[in-house]
């Protein structure tokens, strides 16, 4: 049974201490899924990308910091703004971009299309299109990990707007009252679909959403990658414990509508532009790794050229995989068992 007199967790600990591959990694990792986000709004433009499509820039730091922070067989769900999850889990980016285009040789076979792609294989299960439906698949992965024995966990991240959904509750209530194995984590990008959290959340603290039932929460700067990472290892260590979920809120920004068809006009272009210049999470580690000699602008426009060239052979292949041939409209329907 859940105990209610846990206690509460205000802040995050500090950035964590990491080696010179390992921040090196994380800026790579961080600046792939920009570029590569950066390539998928262009294409979607150029009408090579139908349907929704929900772009991850500015807010890569929240992904490759807690992806850092899990190991081999963890389990990794999301909502719809899943292609830097994608990215980060080690899913490869010429089958992510064809998946976008809807061609053949995605990771879905070109049916999922933005929303909706997974990989057993990277322990990625996939992108969801409703708000907050996720959390109660990442609840129940969590409940095969219990079930199964292992001390593998689930990471199961939701926004801001879903933090007001109902289903949310519930695998709150389910994961605390069987001491599930799962990490939640709130991307809080301030502004949902396109109200501010504030208008909509009479509890803005979004980490105290699970004291009622005993949940511990943290509130992370989830435009530093180290203190995401260190948080991240303080949630594994938690529930690794045995001690069950734990919510960590990351404080994020997106830069773009939220969609492609969104023109954001909620806020003003003086505040995007003000986190990009003060807060960038990518543009932040940049300076860290000059400033402590850890490489120089020759080794990280390496690492850039590296990363574009990555997008731009994703691109390509998007581009010259073929349709889906119609009859895969019957197939991956059913499992017999």
């Known amino acids: 049974m859940a105990k209610t007199t846990r206690r509460r967790r205000k802040t995050a600990p500090a950035a964590v201490a990491a080696t010179v591959d390992e921040v090196l990694g994380y800026y790579r990792e961080m600046l792939l899924i920009r570029r590569f986000e950066e390539k998928a709004g262009q294409m979607y433009g150029m009408g090579l990308i139908g349907g929704f499509c929900h772009l991850y820039i500015g807010q890569e730091a929240v992904v490759v910091g807690m992806q850092a922070a899990i190991g081999e067989g963890d389990t990794v769900l999301t909502s719809y703004r899943d292609h830097g999850h994608m990215l980060a889990c080690g899913m490869d980016a010429k089958g992510v971009m064809a998946e976008l285009t809807g061609r053949a040789g ?133 529930v690794r414990a045995g001690k069950g979920p734990i919510l960590l809120e990351m404080k994020t920004y997106r830069y773009r509508g939220h969609s492609m068809s969104d023109p954001a006009k909620y806020r003003t272009k003086e505040e995007v532009q003000r986190v990009r210049s003060e807060r960038d999470p990518i543009d932040q580690l940049r300076e860290n790794i000059l400033e402590a000699g850890q490489a120089d602008e020759a080794a990280l426009k390496e690492i850039d050229r590296e990363v574009k060239d990555i997008v731009t052979e994703a691109a390509e292949f998007a581009q010259q995989s073929p349709e889906p041939d119609p009859a895969e409209l019957y197939t991956d329907v059913l499992l017999e068992a």
Do not use: C
């Open 106 to 238: 995605g990771y879905s076979k070109g049916k999922g299309g933005s929303m909706h792609m997974f990989s057993r294989e990277r322990n990625f299960y996939g992108g969801h299109g409703i708000v907050g439906a996720q959390v109660p698949i990442g609840t129940g992965l969590a409940f095969a990990h219990r079930y199964r024995e292992t001390d593998r966990l689930s990471l199961t991240y939701f926004g801001d707007g879903s933090a007001n959904q109902g289903q949310v509750y519930e695998s709150f209530n389910m994961a605390a009252l069987w001491q599930l194995p799962v990490v939640y984590i709130v991307e809080n990008n301030q502004y949902a679909m396109g109200t501010a959290v504030g208008r909509a959340s009479a509890q803005t603290e979004l980490f105290r959403r699970g004291e009622s039932m005993g949940i511990p929460g943290m509130q992370v700067d989830g435009m530093d990658v180290l203190k995401v990472r260190a948080a991240g290892d303080q949630a594994v260590k938690h």
